[in-house]
């Protein structure tokens, strides 16, 4: 059984861009402490990153896909900046039922108005917000929780 990682625009600078918001962990040790708590709990990886809205909306209808074929427990997505702006990201995630996890490494409640608002969140079936890429690992835990596998 596969759990996705899914991460937006941007996330391929973790570690370099502004660190005193998101930390050093670069996206490449945030791929092997995912890849810890997959094996964990059991569970393959699929780790993925791009920075184009519509490969994004592709990998949500791949992972719906696979969630309806009972190979896949669903997907921990970080979706960056499309956070705030993507209706498209919003429908691919409602169209496919695909149970995601929403997380923000920064506490985005705590930043500019802009970044207050989601369009991911009222189709999640949760959020993990502001705990760092600690995050990550507590989403997949809750994703497996949630999971009727
Ligand atoms: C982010 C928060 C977003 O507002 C921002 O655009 C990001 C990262 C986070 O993980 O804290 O790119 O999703």
């Known amino acids: 059984t596969v759990v996705y990682v899914l991460n937006g625009p941007n ?7 502004r660190p005193e918001v998101y930390g050093t962990t670069t996206l490449s040790i945030l791929e092997e402490l995912c890849r810890e708590e997959a094996t964990r709990l059991g ?4 780790f993925r990153q791009s920075n184009h ?6 990998w949500i209808h791949e992972a719906g896909a696979r969630v309806k074929a009972g190979e896949s427990i669903g997907a921990v997505f970080n979706p960056g900046a499309y956070t705030h702006t993507s209706i498209a990201l919003h429908d691919a995630i ?3 039922e695909l149970p995601v996890i929403e997380v923000h ?3 985005v409640h705590r930043r500019e108005a802009f970044r207050h608002h989601s369009y991911i969140s009222p189709i999640a079936r ?6 760092g890429v600690d995050g990550y ?9 949630m999971s009727p596998q």
């Open 126 to 131: 949760g959020t993990v917000v502001g705990l």
């Open 43 to 46: 569970l393959d990886l699929v």
């Open 11 to 17: 996330l391929n600078l973790l570690g370099t861009r």
């Open 94 to 96: 409602e169209g496919t």
């Open 105 to 107: 490494i920064s506490n």
């Open 137 to 145: 690992r507590l989403a997949i835990d809750a994703l497996h929780r």
């Open 53 to 58: 809205e519509g490969l994004l909306i592709d």
